[in-house]
């Protein structure tokens, strides 16, 4: 996290950082986007589908798999991906962890 002392910080706080961090890159949500619509594994769809080039696909997807979010698996000569289903409950819970704390009073207002 750069400069930033994580150790000041807990596991659940620098796991959220991390995760939107990767998700902060609009090529990344496309690509998840693209998963999800796929609902099957998928391999050079992507570079067609999303008009990027293939390194820069493969780095996106390298920051996906980073975090456990996307796994991937050699067929033949070529990689084949999909969502990480554990991962992906995991974030979910994650995020809603943090939205969940957030409380507004009985009008509907939080000051």
Same mark, same amino acid.
């Given at each position: 996290?750069?400069?930033?002392?994580?150790?000041?910080?807990?596991?659940?706080?620098?796991? %959220?950082?991390?995760?939107?961090?990767? %998700?902060?890159?609009?090529?990344?949500?496309?690509?998840?986007?693209?998963?999800?619509?796929?609902?099957?594994?998928?391999?050079?769809?992507?570079?067609?589908?999303?008009?990027?080039?293939?390194?820069?696909?493969?780095?996106?997807?390298?920051?996906?798999?980073?975090?456990?979010?996307?796994?991937?698996?050699?067929?033949?000569?070529?990689?084949?991906?999909?969502?990480?289903?554990?991962?992906?409950?995991?974030?979910?819970?994650?995020?809603?962890? %943090?939205?969940?704390?957030?409380?507004?009073?009985?009008?509907?207002?939080?000051?």
């Amino acid at each position: 996290m750069g400069i930033t002392k994580t150790d000041l910080f807990s596991e659940e706080q620098n796991e %959220l950082a991390r995760v939107a961090k990767v %998700l902060s890159n609009p090529a990344r949500v496309a690509i998840l986007h693209h998963l999800f619509k796929a609902n099957a594994c998928i391999n050079s769809d992507l570079v067609h589908e999303l008009g990027l080039a293939q390194a820069t696909i493969s780095q996106h997807l390298r920051e996906l798999k980073a975090i456990g979010l996307v796994q991937g698996t050699i067929e033949g000569v070529s990689m084949s991906y999909c969502i990480n289903p554990v991962k992906w409950v995991e974030i979910k819970q994650l995020f809603n962890s %943090l939205f969940d704390r957030f409380g507004m009073d009985e009008e509907g207002q939080c000051c």
